[in-house]
T-cell receptor, first 118, second 111 residues
Framework: GAVVSQHPSWVICKSGTSVKIECRSL??????MFWYRQFPKQSLMLMAT?????????EQGVEKDKFLINHASLTLSTLTVTSAHPEDSSFYIC??????????????FGPGTRLLVL | GQQVMQIPQYQHVQEGEDFTTYCNSS?????IQWYKQRPGGHPVFLIQ?????EVKKQKRLTFQFGEAKKNSSLHITATQTTDVGTYFC???????????FGTGTRLLVSP
């Protein structure tokens, strides 16, 4: 149980285009989803926290107009990188938590999406 | 700010040797989690520690949470080549929902 999927796993796009990444909780309802970015040989950096039906909370330094997050249902969150540039090339990973007391919750991570912007 | 540091950044051991990575937080944590990320893969949850002074074991892995809930360690006994990867701790700060990942320790095990 507690499987999170991401689609696509790989995406290559031209500079200036927009890319949408989907994150789905397959066998549980995700009250909260998180989006991370990881550059090569670095740690995971939280970009935003997304609660179903409400606006995402972005971390300091993350442009909300560039990284659009939608959490329209309890099983799906999307991250859209708008007008992507080469510096946006990274490994984007989502995670999800289920209903319950936060301090007892585990984040279940998706397999990640590698974005390469040419 | 909320920061979680890990040491060492990198360690190369011979198979059979022990390995320890240490995690330190700037402030008290609500809980701490440990993840393993294989090269090219995504973080995989290993364990969560909640109580002050807690110690948990998973086969050759021993996890500890400090009494002050500001530090933690992961010890691997008799490493194997399958232990290769980057180990991250991730802390939850009291009153906050998010995980703050540590800087990670990359482990390389030679046969």
């Amino acid at each position: 149980g507690a499987v999170v999927s991401q689609h696509p796993s790989w995406v290559i796009c031209k500079s200036g285009t927009s890319v949408k990444i989907e994150c789905r909780s397959l066998d549980f309802q995700a009250t909260t989803m998180f989006w991370y970015r990881q550059f090569p040989k670095q740690s995971l950096m939280l970009m935003a926290t997304s609660n179903e039906g409400s606006k995402a909370t972005y971390e300091q330094g993350v442009e909300k107009d560039k990284f659009l997050i939608n959490h329209a249902s309890l099983t799906l969150s999307t991250l859209t990188v708008t007008s992507a540039h080469p510096e946006d090339s990274s490994f984007y990973i989502c995670s999800a938590t289920a209903h319950g007391t936060w301090t007892e919750e585990t984040q279940y991570f998706g397999p990640g999406t590698r974005l390469l912007v040419l | 700010g909320q920061q979680v540091m890990q040491i060492p950044q990198y360690q190369h051991v011979q198979e059979g040797e022990d390995f320890t990575t240490y995690c330190n937080s700037s402030t008290t944590l609500s809980n701490i989690q440990w993840y393993k990320q294989r090269p090219g893969g995504h973080p995989v949850f290993l364990i969560q520690l909640v109580k002050s002074g807690e110690v948990k074991k998973q086969k050759r892995l021993t996890f500890q949470f400090g009494e002050a809930k500001k530090n933690s360690s992961l010890h691997i006994t008799a490493t194997q080549t399958t232990d290769v990867g980057t180990y991250f701790c991730a802390g939850v700060f009291s009153g906050f929902q998010k995980l703050v990942f540590g800087t990670g320790t990359r482990l390389l095990v030679s046969p």
